[in-house]
């Protein structure tokens, strides 16, 4: 029962803000216009995903958040964002933890797939598979072994997750 209740809790996302200094790179980011986005390519969306990570220490999954730009009556732009660091609205952030930790170093390359198939009550499945590379002998051991887990979130992500340079998902850590 023990390994059941751990596989069931990691494929579950976590829901909650965060101090943006847990990020481990630069964020990447998508971006669609929900103005000409036809209502079947929301049914399940895949995305590249390659960080870079500017420090060293051990990445425990991928971080997500979402930023809308609204037209404004005044024909200026209004944006919502969800980002960390940001006042906190009621969508927050997500944290997609992976069953085992990855030590990376400075320059490791985290490279793969974030893809969202849509599920009932406006939510998305959540499947993520990445690989840590580095070039360093000792840490590329440790580095280039896959994580691999599946996560279902309860919240909506129909929105734009914005293309602005510090939003999107970065890799999640902590300090060595």
Same mark, same amino acid.
């Given at each position: 029962?023990?390994?059941? =209740?751990?596989?069931?809790?990691?494929?579950?996302?976590?829901?909650? #803000?965060?101090? /943006?200094?847990?990020?481990?790179?630069?964020?990447?980011?998508?971006?669609? &216009?929900?103005?000409?986005?036809? /209502?079947?390519?929301?049914?399940?969306?895949? @995305?590249?995903?390659?960080?870079?990570? !500017?420090?060293?220490?051990?990445?425990?999954?991928?971080?997500?958040?979402?930023?809308?730009?609204?037209?404004?009556?005044?024909?200026? /732009?209004?944006?919502?964002?969800?980002? /960390?660091?940001?006042?906190?609205?009621?969508?927050?952030? @997500?944290?997609?933890?992976?069953? !085992?930790?990855?030590?990376?170093?400075?320059?490791?390359?985290? !490279?793969?797939?974030?893809?969202?198939? $849509?599920?009932?009550?406006? !939510?998305?499945?959540?499947?993520? &598979?990445?690989?840590?590379?580095?070039?360093? +002998?000792? +840490? #590329?051991?440790?580095?280039?072994?896959?994580?691999?887990?599946?996560?279902?979130?309860?919240?909506?992500?129909?929105?734009?997750?914005?293309?602005? $340079? $510090?939003?999107? =998902?970065? $890799?999640?850590?902590?300090? =060595?």
């Amino acid at each position: 029962l023990h390994i059941e =209740a751990v596989g069931a809790y990691y494929r579950q996302c976590t829901v909650d #803000a965060f101090d /943006p200094e847990v990020l481990m790179a630069p964020a990447v980011s998508f971006s669609w &216009d929900f103005m000409t986005l036809k /209502p079947e390519e929301l049914e399940t969306m895949d @995305m590249p995903v390659e960080f870079t990570c !500017s420090r060293a220490g051990v990445m425990h999954g991928i971080a997500s958040w979402f930023d809308v730009r609204f037209q404004g009556s005044a024909g200026e /732009p209004r944006w919502l964002s969800t980002a /960390p660091g940001l006042p906190t609205t009621h969508w927050f952030q @997500m944290r997609f933890v992976f069953p !085992s930790p990855v030590e990376v170093e400075v320059g490791t390359v985290v !490279s793969g797939r974030v893809r969202m198939t $849509a599920g009932g009550n406006q !939510s998305y499945m959540v499947s993520i &598979d990445v690989t840590a590379t580095t070039t360093s +002998a000792p +840490a #590329a051991a440790a580095a280039s072994k896959k994580s691999k887990t599946g996560k279902s979130s309860s919240n909506s992500v129909t929105k734009s997750v914005t293309a602005a $340079a $510090a939003d999107g =998902a970065a $890799a999640v850590g902590h300090r =060595a």
